[in-house]
């Protein structure tokens, strides 16, 4: 992990240098930003997924930037007073309180564009059909299909109690879309976009997003707000429905354990080849950030 996390931070750095930025400034915010660290979750399954399957470092960075920079712009734009109104990103001001809103607005866009350029234009991603089914998995996953969908249930669900399955819907589009997005882009950079392994990798990747996404909640009701670098309990300040506001922290764990599981049996088909997604299933429900 450590070693795949050094390389995507010089990817994004290369992506970044953009020698024609429009304004210095924009530039700067985009940088702080999407440079600030962070787990890399995303990237890392692009890496890990497409050197199971075979796929050559080279041919990981573009998606894996490519994934992270979208992930990026989401946290921007949720970060902004229309949306989650935060003050605290990564344990440091969030991009429109260190720069300012509009700007804020500006880098979001700008981060997306850049994403589909990667992916459009990098060699590394192989032929023109390979980066065309990347193209669509990365737009399915950030799209109203996937999380700008999920962010507008998350809206209109302020205040609202929301069954199980609604819960579920909203967390999977959210968040999970995109997770289960990294994974199958790896999985497209090694040539695996249909088949047994492909659903297998699917399901995988929709089980692992979810639990993803109920244990960031239950960290947000018990988890420390340092380590984290965000402040805790802001879901339930701002009346939002998560796991355990609707289930209770017991059987949101007992459910982030159960997608954990459900997961690691849907890598069957891989093998021996599904050790290393195995054990980032293990880290997702065991992070304490």
Same mark, same amino acid.
């Given at each position: 992990?450590? +070693?795949?996390?050094?390389?995507? $931070?010089?990817?994004?750095?290369?992506?970044?240098?953009?020698?024609?930025?429009?304004?210095?400034?924009?530039? $700067?915010?985009?940088?702080?930003?999407?440079?600030?660290?962070?787990?890399?979750?995303?990237?890392?399954?692009?890496?890990?997924?497409?050197?199971?399957?075979?796929?050559?470092?080279?041919?990981?960075?573009?998606?894996?930037?490519?994934?992270?920079?979208?992930?990026?712009?989401?946290?921007?734009?949720?970060?902004?007073? =229309?949306?989650?109104?935060?003050?605290?990103?990564?344990?440091?001001?969030?991009?429109?309180?260190?720069?300012?809103?509009?700007?804020? *607005?500006?880098?979001?866009?700008?981060?997306?564009?850049?994403?589909?350029? %990667?992916?459009?234009?990098?060699?590394? %991603?192989? +032929?023109?059909?390979?980066?065309?089914?990347?193209?669509? *998995?990365?737009?399915?996953?950030?799209?109203?299909?996937?999380?700008?969908?999920?962010?507008?249930?998350?809206?209109?669900?302020?205040?609202?109690?929301?069954? *199980? $399955?609604?819960?579920? !819907?909203?967390?999977?589009?959210?968040?999970?879309?995109?997770?289960?997005?990294? %994974?199958?882009?790896?999985?497209? +950079?090694?040539?695996?976009?249909?088949? $047994?392994?492909?659903?297998?990798?699917?399901?995988?990747?929709?089980?692992?997003?979810?639990?993803?996404?109920?244990?960031?909640? *239950?960290?947000?009701?018990?988890? !420390?707000?340092?380590?984290?670098?965000?402040?805790?309990?802001?879901?339930?300040?701002?009346?939002?429905?998560?796991?355990?506001?609707?289930?209770?922290?017991?059987?949101?764990?007992?459910?982030?354990?159960?997608?954990?599981?459900? =997961?690691?049996? =849907?890598?069957?088909?891989?093998? +021996?080849?599904?050790?290393?997604?195995?054990?980032?299933?293990?880290?997702?429900?065991?992070?304490?950030?």
């Amino acid at each position: 992990m450590a +070693a795949y996390k050094a390389r995507i $931070e010089q990817v994004l750095d290369h992506c970044l240098a953009l020698p024609d930025p429009g304004t210095a400034r924009l530039r $700067e915010a985009m940088r702080y930003s999407a440079l600030s660290g962070g787990k890399r979750l995303r990237p890392l399954l692009v890496y890990v997924t497409g050197e199971s399957l075979g796929a050559p470092l080279e041919a990981l960075d573009a998606p894996a930037a490519a994934v992270e920079l979208i992930h990026a712009y989401s946290l921007v734009h949720d970060d902004l007073p =229309a949306m989650d109104d935060d003050d605290l990103r990564r344990g440091r001001p969030t991009c429109h309180r260190a720069f300012d809103e509009a700007t804020a *607005i500006l880098v979001g866009d700008a981060l997306q564009a850049l994403a589909f350029a %990667v992916l459009a234009h990098d060699a590394g %991603v192989g +032929a023109a059909g390979a980066r065309l089914t990347m193209v669509r *998995i990365l737009a399915r996953a950030s799209g109203t299909s996937g999380m700008a969908g999920g962010q507008a249930i998350d809206l209109v669900s302020v205040g609202q109690t929301l069954d *199980i $399955e609604a819960l579920e !819907n909203m967390h999977a589009r959210k968040t999970g879309a995109l997770i289960q997005g990294s %994974v199958l882009l790896g999985a497209a +950079a090694a040539g695996v976009i249909a088949g $047994e392994e492909f659903a297998a990798l699917e399901r995988f990747g929709a089980d692992i997003g979810l639990a993803f996404q109920i244990q960031d909640d *239950i960290l947000d009701v018990e988890g !420390n707000a340092e380590l984290l670098g965000k402040r805790t309990g802001a879901d339930a300040a701002r009346m939002k429905p998560t796991y355990p506001s609707t289930a209770g922290l017991s059987r949101a764990r007992t459910r982030a354990f159960q997608l954990r599981d459900l =997961a690691i049996a =849907a890598l069957a088909p891989l093998g +021996a080849r599904g050790e290393a997604l195995t054990e980032l299933a293990r880290y997702v429900v065991s992070r304490a950030s």
